[in-house]
């Protein structure tokens, strides 16, 4: 169960990057090179990513 909170951010993610992670397209360490993830905690990008682990990349043989 999720609660409010007014502690600061552990890290800083918009929408599309969090998206990108969740489907597998990009790790959180890339997005963090990148600038798009602001870590504000020491490891938290870290534990981040291994909430998030995938095996493959995503992959759609067809075309749209």
């Known amino acids: ?3 409010p909170s007014n502690d600061e951010p552990d890290l800083v993610i918009s929408a599309a990057a969090l998206a990108s992670i969740y489907i597998g ?3 959180v360490a890339t997005l963090v090179e990148a600038g798009r993830i602001a870590e504000r905690t020491p ?3 870290k534990r981040a990513a291994a909430m998030f682990p995938t095996r ?3 992959w759609c ?3 749209y």
């Open 25 to 27: 397209a990009v790790s």
């Open 61 to 63: 043989p067809y075309y």
């Open 1 to 3: 169960q999720a609660t």
């Open 56 to 58: 493959l990349a995503p």
């Open 43 to 45: 490891g938290s990008a």
